[in-house]
């Protein structure tokens, strides 16, 4: 199946700074979110973004798709957006999302 | 009230004891899932269900079973419960005009002595 691997493992942001967290996946996919689960566990789906880019807010995704990767951007970061960023992916004719081991970022006052 | 709601939000129990774990929706979404999550591990899906009559293993399903009861009820059985299943486990659905979009349950917490 699809392998996902997410960079960097951790981390750690002064309240304000820009981060970029990194999605490599290792076949070409159907299906690609991202997803923010908070310090309480909850998990929010951020993006559906299996190519191109999109914004939402502070946030935006893009996903190259020909290279088999794809980048979440957080801009002006807070402290509530910490937690950590899961990606997730599936291969064509498969509906099994494989989850990356996630990206756990704090964000300091 | 929640979209996707899980009950028991968290279950301590014993090895060896049936367990089973809830997923109710008012998304009206026709697949459901159950994914477990461990430290450091990420999610890792164990059924998924596309609708009332399909049923479908998912990379870790051995020592769990499940039951698709109405299209808004999807539920997890641990028969015998072993330590090594002590985890957080999530419900979630997708369907509609996204229907390729995950939203999760709160989650439930077990812990199995």
């Known amino acids: 199946g699809i392998q996902v691997e997410q960079s960097p493992p951790d981390l750690i942001l002064q309240e304000g700074a820009n981060s970029t967290l990194r999605c490599n996946f290792s076949?070409?996919?159907?299906?690609l979110q991202w997803f923010h689960q908070n310090p309480w566990g909850q998990l929010i789906n951020l993006f559906y973004i299996p190519s191109g880019t999109k914004q939402n807010g502070r946030l935006s995704a893009t996903t190259v798709a020909t290279e088999r990767y794809s980048l979440l951007y957080i801009s002006s970061s807070q402290t509530t957006d910490s937690g950590v960023y899961f990606c997730?992916?599936?291969?064509?004719?498969?509906?099994?999302?494989?989850f990356g081991k996630g990206t756990k970022l704090s964000v300091i006052p | 009230d929640a979209d996707v709601t899980q009950t028991p939000r968290n279950r301590i129990t014993k090895t060896g004891k049936r367990i089973m774990l809830e997923c109710s929706q008012t998304k009206g979404h026709d697949r459901m899932y159950w994914y477990r999550q461990d430290p450091g591990l990420g999610l890792r899906l164990i059924y998924y269900s596309f609708d009332v009559k399909d049923i479908n293993k998912g990379e870790i399903s051995d020592g769990y079973s499940v039951s698709r009861q109405a299209q808004a009820k999807f539920s997890l059985s641990l028969e015998s419960a072993i330590p090594n299943q002590t985890a957080l486990y999530f419900c979630?659905?997708?369907?509609?005009?996204?229907?390729?979009?995950?939203?999760f349950g709160a989650g439930s917490r077990l812990t199995v002595l």
């Open positions: 076949d070409s996919v159907n299906n």
């Open positions: 997730a992916a599936s291969g064509a004719g498969s509906y099994q999302l494989t």
């Open positions: 979630a659905t997708s369907g509609g005009t996204g229907a390729n979009v995950l939203t």
